[in-house]
């Protein structure tokens, strides 16, 4: 999965004294979230790339012994040989290392946490980074605000058949996805008093009128590009298999067998990690 980046390492100790060098690495997300990147080797620039320094440089994690800076300019005079591009699309550039998709996904997090809270949500004063810790302080009322993590599950459903060849998953496509080859699964966000497992009832019943039972946890994973924590849960269908699909947010919902999974293009989601699971009868039971 995206996380996934053995033998490397991610150091997100905060340390908000630690000043960039020239190897250091530098995020910067231009007006429309578009990240910068280079057109050929590394993903991001060192900070002895860029024509002159950008203003304010915020440290933001390690990645094995290479420092993680972001610019927080507006504008920044950028090397020659970068150009910025939607986030989504760097995800899927076939010369991207999965630890530097992993590194724009986590750095796209805080970028947002920073720019979101400038001013306090509670009395609308301007805001100040902590020394101690990674949190943002109103210096007025005291309202200390730390960095936004949305749960969500994903939800792999399967009816049981007669035998393990039989058994069936349900797979989905969100409105606006159904010329997407592959699928994906049940998914949706905890809401306020509600545990994971009632999430993962009331979404398939939300999403496909089906009842659920044998609700397990299978892992979890950062989705850091919209602040998500995924925790994904395998069960079992609860009677009858009758889908009634909701329309305003699935194009497409239907059982499939192990050998007709199609899975997506990459590894880096728990969605496609699960679905794999399930095509080579490997999901835990």
């Given at each position: 999965m995206l996380q996934d980046i053995h033998?490397?390492?991610?150091?997100?100790?905060?340390?908000p004294g630690l000043e960039a060098d020239a190897e250091s690495l530098v995020i910067h997300f231009d007006r429309e979230g578009k990240i910068l990147?280079?057109?050929?080797?590394?993903?991001?620039p060192r900070l002895s790339e860029f024509k002159s320094t950008p203003s304010t440089l915020t440290y933001l994690f390690s990645m094995d012994e290479d420092t993680v800076f972001l610019a927080e300019d507006e504008v920044v005079e950028a090397p020659d040989d970068t150009f910025y591009m939607?986030?989504?699309?760097?995800?899927?550039?076939?010369?991207?290392?999965?630890?530097?998709?992993?590194?724009?996904f986590t750095a796209k997090q805080l970028s947002s946490w920073y720019l979101n809270n400038k001013y306090c949500g509670r009395c609308g004063a301007f805001t100040r980074r902590s020394r101690t810790e990674?949190?943002?302080v109103c210096g007025k009322c005291g309202n200390i605000i730390y960095p936004r993590v949305v749960p969500a599950v994903i939800v792999g459903l399967i009816k049981r058949g007669?035998?393990?060849?039989?058994?069936?998953?349900?797979?989905?496509?969100y409105n606006g996805r159904s010329d997407v080859p592959y699928y994906a699964l049940?998914?949706?966000f905890t809401e306020i008093g509600e545990t994971f497992e009632e999430t993962v009832a009331r979404e398939a019943m939300e999403e496909t009128g089906l009842h659920v039972k044998n609700i397990r946890y299978y892992k979890s994973q950062p989705w850091g590009v919209v602040?998500?924590?995924?925790?994904?849960?395998y069960c079992e269908l609860d009677g009858t298999d009758k889908i009634t699909r909701d329309e305003g947010e699935l194009s497409v919902a239907e059982w499939v067998r192990r050998e007709n999974v199609v899975l997506q293009p990459d590894d880096?989601?728990?969605?496609?990690?699960?679905?794999?699971?399930?095509?080579e009868g490997r999901e835990p039971v």
């Open positions: 033998p490397h390492k991610l150091k997100n100790t905060y340390n990147t280079k057109k050929e080797g590394k993903p991001f939607k986030i989504r699309d760097f995800r899927k550039k076939e010369d991207i290392p999965k630890k530097s998709v992993f590194e724009a990674r949190a943002i007669e035998t393990r060849e039989e058994d069936e998953i349900l797979l989905t496509k049940i998914a949706g602040d998500d924590i995924l925790a994904g849960f880096f989601s728990l969605t496609n990690e699960m679905m794999t699971l399930f095509k």
